[in-house]
C-alpha cells in the first residue's frame, strides 16, 4: 500500500487531512464483519466522522488519489483548526479573517460546539481557523484578557497584542445566536471593504 500512488508527496500531504485506518483482514480470516463487505484486496474506502461508507477509491494515479483525498476531506472532515500565527500568515494570503477560539481543554463549551457542527461548514470556509487551549501560561490569551471559553474574529493584520477584534462571543451561546453573529461579521466586513481594505 505504501508504494505508487501512496508514496507521491501530494498523497501524502492531502492524507493529513484525513485519518488512515489499515486492517488485515488476511482474506477473510480475519476482521469478518469488515472482509464480508469486501469484494477483493487491497480495498480503500472512505468514510464520515461516524463511520459510515461515503466513498470508495475510484483511482490509482497520484493525482486522482490526492484529488479524491481533499474532495472527502472538505466534504466530510471535522473542523480543523491552526496556531494563531499560521492562520494570520494564511488568512493574509486568501484575504479572509481569522476566526480564534479560546477553549479548556478536554472541557465541552457551546461555542466550540457550535462551530464544529456540520451546518456551519460552508460558513467556516469564509474564515482561517485558529485555536488556542486556555491555561495560565498561554500568552494570547494574556494579551487579549481571555478567561473563558470565547470565539473571536481577529483582522489578520493586527498584531495579536493590539488585534483589531471585530467580534468577541463569549459564554454559553447557541448555535443560531452564533451564526448570527458571523455572519454579520462577514457582512459588516465585507461592505467596510473587507480584508483587503486594512492593508
Known amino acids: ?3 505508487g500512488a501512496f508514496s507521491d508527496p501530494a498523497v501524502i500531504e492531502a492524507s493529513k487531512k484525513i485519518v488512515c485506518v489499515f486492517v488485515d483482514c488476511d482474506w477473510g480470516n480475519k476482521h ?3 472482509s464480508d463487505k469486501v ?3 487491497p480495498t480503500i474506502t472512505f468514510c464520515d466522522p461516524e463511520g459510515n461508507e461515503v466513498a470508495k477509491l475510484n483511482s490509482h ?3 486522482g488519489v490526492s484529488a479524491q483525498i481533499e474532495e472527502v476531506a472538505k466534504k466530510y472532515g471535522r473542523v480543523t483548526f491552526n496556531t494563531f500565527d499560521k492562520a494570520v500568515v494564511k488568512a493574509k494570503e ?3 479573517l481569522v476566526l480564534y477560539l479560546f477553549s479548556k481543554p478536554n472541557v465541552p463549551n457551546s461555542l466550540g460546539t457550535a462551530i464544529e457542527d456540520a451546518s456551519f461548514k460552508e460558513l467556516l470556509e469564509k474564515f482561517i481557523l485558529a485555536k488556542s487551549d486556555l491555561a495560565k501560561n498561554n500568552a ?3 494579551a487579549l484578557s481571555i478567561t473563558e471559553a470565547t470565539l473571536l474574529v481577529i483582522d489578520p493584520y493586527s498584531e495579536i497584542a493590539k488585534a483589531k477584534i471585530l467580534l468577541k462571543l463569549a ?4 448555535a443560531k445566536e452564533v451564526r448570527k453573529q458571523l455572519e454579520e461579521t462577514l457582512k459588516k466586513s465585507e461592505t467596510d471593504g473587507g480584508v483587503r481594505a486594512t492593508q
Open 32 to 34: 469478518k464483519d469488515l
Open 1 to 3: 500500500m505504501s508504494a
Open 94 to 96: 486568501d484575504k479572509k
Open 171 to 174: 459564554g454559553k451561546k447557541d
Open 39 to 41: 469484494k477483493g484486496y
Open 140 to 142: 494570547d490569551a494574556k
Open 61 to 63: 494515479d497520484p493525482a
